[in-house]
Antibody, heavy 120, light 111 residues
Framework: QLQLQESGPGLVKPSETLSLTCTVS??????????WGWIRQPPGKGLEWIAS???????SYNPSLESRVTMSVDTSKNQFSLRLTSVTAADTAVYYC????????????WGQGTLVTVSS | QSVLTQPPSVSAAPGQKVTISCSGS????????VSWYQQLPGTAPKLLIY???QRPSGIPDRFSGSKSGTSATLGITGLQTGDEADYYC????????????FGTGTKVTVL
């Protein structure tokens, strides 16, 4: 059974960089059938797609966040990561990592999510 | 601000049916597959419907999806208390560099 697990600091100071890693187990991140993505959800609000990446390292970003976001993939560790720079309180959210299937054209597996709070 | 619009809430008694609409445009729903996600309180979203009307294994046939033009609909029949959750539609938008987009979300309440 595929599992995704987010990890990273739960508290980040304003203007600093948020860094999260998603570890994939039970399947290979190097499959040509999938993309890997990050989605966030501010407290009490809806879902917002942040970015997605293919195992080759080719990434796409939400235009509203593109200037601050970088995704990377480490196939040797079966992990992918997110960096979000110059964070503000508006970046406080639960961050989910998820798999996007090229066949199902949807996010079919999700991590449990990790709350990141931006505060001094 | 999402490009996909859903009603904030819908409700019905146990055993009844609810439908949730997802309204978009030709740059998103009109030309791409729609998926639906269920988010139970305090948990991660779960895929309910993909490719407009397909159910992943393990999803009961009480859940159905359809698409017409620039709108999509999720239907839930035989409503159960365990269906109380937030529901989101999703697709991608070719006018936003193929960005993945989600709907505004709908809270389903079982009366």
């Amino acid at each position: 059974q595929l599992q995704l697990q987010e990890s990273g600091p739960g508290l980040v100071k304003p203007s600093e960089t948020l860094s999260l890693t998603c570890t994939v187990s039970g399947g290979s991140i190097s499959s040509s059938r999938y993309y890997w993505g990050w989605i966030r959800q501010p407290p009490g609000k809806g879902l917002e797609w942040i970015a997605s990446i293919y195992y080759t390292g080719s990434a796409s970003y939400n235009p509203s966040l593109e200037s601050r976001v970088t995704m990377s993939v480490d196939t040797s560790k079966n992990q992918f990561s997110l960096r979000l720079t110059s964070v503000t309180a508006a970046d406080t959210a639960v961050y989910y990592c998820a798999r996007f299937g090229r066949g199902k054209w949807s996010f079919d597996y999700w991590g449990q999510g990790t709350l990141v709070t931006v505060s001094s | 601000q999402s490009v996909l619009t859903q009603p904030p809430s819908v409700s019905a008694a146990p055993g009844q049916k609810v439908t949730i609409s997802c309204s978009g445009s030709s740059s998103n729903i009109g030309n791409n597959y729609v998926s639906w996600y269920q988010q139970l309180p305090g948990t991660a979203p779960k895929l309910l419907i993909y490719e407009n009307n397909q159910r992943p294994s393990g999803i009961p046939d009480r859940f159905s999806g359809s698409k017409s033009g620039t709108s999509a609909t999720l239907g839930i029949t035989g409503l159960q208390t365990g269906d109380e959750a937030d529901y989101y539609c999703g697709t991608w938008d070719i006018s936003l560099s193929a960005a993945r987009v989600f709907g505004t979300g709908t809270k389903v309440t079982v009366l």
